[in-house]
């Protein structure tokens, strides 16, 4: 089976950096596990990306095993395409207005 090819939008790209930004300042070195995690779930979804569930409209998220972040992305499958759109948080403050 080939892979899809993949493609990042702006926005998942600085939340991507953002995280990644975040995770070091936790701990020297975090962010690479951070990276290593994210980059297996962008491994999973290029093998077969009809395997997560549709979220809204047609993004379908893939959870970062390990962090609270999940990918959100679209299919175009006329060319084989996975469209990055976001890489958010699911970590919520429940003291955040």
Same mark, same amino acid.
Do not use: C
């Given at each position: 089976? #080939?892979?899809?090819?993949?493609?990042?939008?702006?926005? #998942?790209?600085?939340?991507?950096?953002?995280?990644?930004?975040?995770?070091?300042?936790?701990?020297?070195?975090?962010?690479?596990?951070?990276?290593?995690?994210?980059?297996?779930?962008?491994?999973?979804?290029?093998?077969?990306?009809?395997?997560?569930?549709?979220?809204?409209?047609?993004?379908?998220? #893939?959870?970062?095993?390990?962090?609270?972040?999940?990918?959100?992305?679209?299919?175009?499958?006329?060319?084989?395409?996975?469209?990055?759109?976001?890489?958010?948080?699911?970590?919520?403050?429940?003291? #955040?207005?």
């Amino acid at each position: 089976m #080939a892979l899809w090819s993949i493609q990042f939008s702006p926005e #998942a790209i600085e939340e991507l950096q953002n995280a990644l930004n975040y995770y070091n300042y936790q701990r020297d070195g975090l962010e690479i596990e951070f990276m290593i995690e994210f980059e297996k779930q962008i491994e999973q979804i290029q093998l077969n990306p009809f395997t997560r569930a549709i979220r809204y409209l047609n993004v379908r998220f #893939a959870i970062i095993n390990r962090f609270p972040y999940a990918i959100h992305y679209t299919i175009k499958e006329n060319t084989q395409t996975i469209i990055v759109q976001t890489v958010l948080s699911t970590f919520k403050d429940p003291n #955040a207005n």
